[in-house]
Nanobody, 113 residues
């Protein structure tokens, strides 16, 4: 059973930065697409960013230029560096393995104005 464990969430003022990390268990990590999603209260869960095994990336338009997704296959880790945070970025952020369709438990990000 694969496991994804997120960390790095917290409370930050608008304009600040946070770095979220997700550690995966299992040898499947290096060959799977990985992504970050988020869900704000009352909203559907939405795609934020993804990264292929080879490092190709995609972003939600509203985070382009502010968020950077990366991965370290040797450490089974995918991260997202979030800069210039806005109150509308407030949500629970989830790590997802796209091929195996696994979700992490989520980590709360709160951006105060």
């Amino acid at each position: 059973q694969a496991q994804l464990v997120e960390s790095g969430g917290g409370l930050v003022q608008a304009g600040g930065s946070l770095r979220l990390s997700c550690v995966a268990s299992g040898s499947w990590f290096a060959t799977d697409y990985m992504a970050w999603y988020r869900q704000a209260p009352g909203n559907h869960r939405e795609f934020v960013a993804s990264i292929s095994p080879d490092g190709d990336v995609r972003y939600l338009d509203s985070v382009k230029g502010r968020f950077t997704i990366s991965r370290d296959n040797a450490k089974n880790t995918v991260s997202v560096q979030m800069n210039s945070l806005k109150p509308e970025d407030t949500a629970i952020y989830y790590c997802r393995a796209l091929g195996l369709q696994y979700w992490g438990q989520g980590t709360q990000v709160t951006v105060s104005s």
